[in-house]
């Protein structure tokens, strides 16, 4: 479909909900075709070690970036 439509490359982000903050999927949707899509990750930011998530999904895994997605903690935006 992507060739089809003249589209050569494809962000596959993160959705933050049936999978929450795993980034399995996407990152082996967009190691599967590397010339084709780039991978961008969802990191829990109040989770224990964000930092330590975000290196493990952009260096081992080769997210290309991350989402930033935040909801607040007391419901509001």
Do not use: K
Not at 1 to 20: D, I, K, P, T
């Amino acid at each position: 479909m992507m060739q089809a439509n003249g589209v050569e490359r494809a962000a596959l982000v993160q959705a933050v909900g049936a999978y929450s903050w795993d980034n399995r999927y996407a990152a082996d949707s967009a190691a599967a075709d590397p010339r084709r899509f780039v991978g961008i990750c969802a990191v829990d930011l109040a989770g224990p070690d964000p930092r330590a998530e975000l290196e493990s999904w952009c260096g081992a895994r080769g997210m290309a970036g991350v989402r930033v997605f935040c909801i607040s903690q007391d419901g509001r935006t």
